[in-house]
């Protein structure tokens, strides 16, 4: 079965955000710095995730790792203006997060992990957060996978798994202090696309 096949056995629901974010779990990393998993933020998501594996502006980035340049193992498509993403669920979603965090969320950029091999290493967001605080919603669609946080000085990982609709929400000192990663999988998944909302503000040196 393709990917594509499988999303349509979900095919169907009305899209739906949770406004009151009830299922919020907040984990403090330290006395700084927070990551939020809210399940099930979108119901029905699954028509967005659809319109972006085929309509979004894919592109495949190199990274520098070292003195050698990199294929990174997924495809990105980055819309720094909010007004030009490709669905009006992305603008809802951005307005719904601006509300709730209380950040102006006005860009975004779209990660597309095309199965269990497609990762992204440790790293943190410091293209999109150049303050010491920073609050960066991430919200997952498709196959669930694992993304982890660690100290940037090393030490133990929290393991967070979102599944298709989840949010999970960075905060505090977390882009300075703590890294994050997607990891291959041995286990097979299909495609997972990530929608990591951006704020002119906090890109900004404050
Ligand atoms: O795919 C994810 O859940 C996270 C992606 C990410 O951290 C990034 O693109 O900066
Ligand atoms: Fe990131």
């Known amino acids: 079965m393709s990917t594509i096949d499988q999303l349509d056995l979900f095919a169907g629901q009305e899209p739906g955000f949770d406004t009151a974010f009830a299922?919020?779990?907040r984990v403090e990393l330290d006395a700084t710095s927070w990551v939020e998993h809210v399940p099930a933020w979108l119901t029905g998501g699954d028509r967005l995730l659809r319109a972006l594996v085929t309509g979004a502006a894919w592109e495949q980035r190199l990274r520098r790792i070292a003195d050698?340049?990199?294929?990174?193992?997924?495809l990105t498509a980055e819309y720094p203006d909010l007004a030009v993403a490709p669905d009006d669920l992305l603008r809802i979603a951005a307005a719904?997060?601006?509300?709730?965090?209380?950040?102006?969320?006005?860009?975004?950029?779209?990660?597309?992990?095309?199965d269990h091999r497609d990762s992204t290493g440790w790293h943190g967001d410091w293209a999109t957060c150049r303050r010491e605080v920073c609050t960066v919603p991430v919200l997952s669609l498709g196959a669930a996978r694992r993304f982890l946080?660690?100290?940037?000085?090393?030490?133990?990982?929290?393991?967070?798994?979102?599944?298709?609709?989840?949010?999970?929400?960075?905060?505090?000192?977390?882009?300075?202090?703590?890294?994050?990663?997607?990891?291959?999988?041995?286990?097979p998944a299909g495609a997972r696309i990530s929608v990591n909302f951006s704020s002119r503000l906090q890109g900004a040196k404050g």
């Open 68 to 74: 050698r340049m990199m294929v990174e193992p997924r």
């Open 23 to 25: 299922t919020a779990r």
């Open 149 to 187: 946080l660690k100290p940037r000085e090393g030490g133990r990982s929290v393991v967070l798994t979102p599944a298709s609709g989840d949010l999970i929400v960075m905060g505090g000192r977390c882009q300075r202090d703590w890294r994050h990663s997607v990891p291959k999988q041995t286990v």
């Open 96 to 114: 719904e997060l601006s509300r709730h965090y209380g950040v102006p969320y006005d860009g975004l950029w779209i990660n597309y992990y095309r």
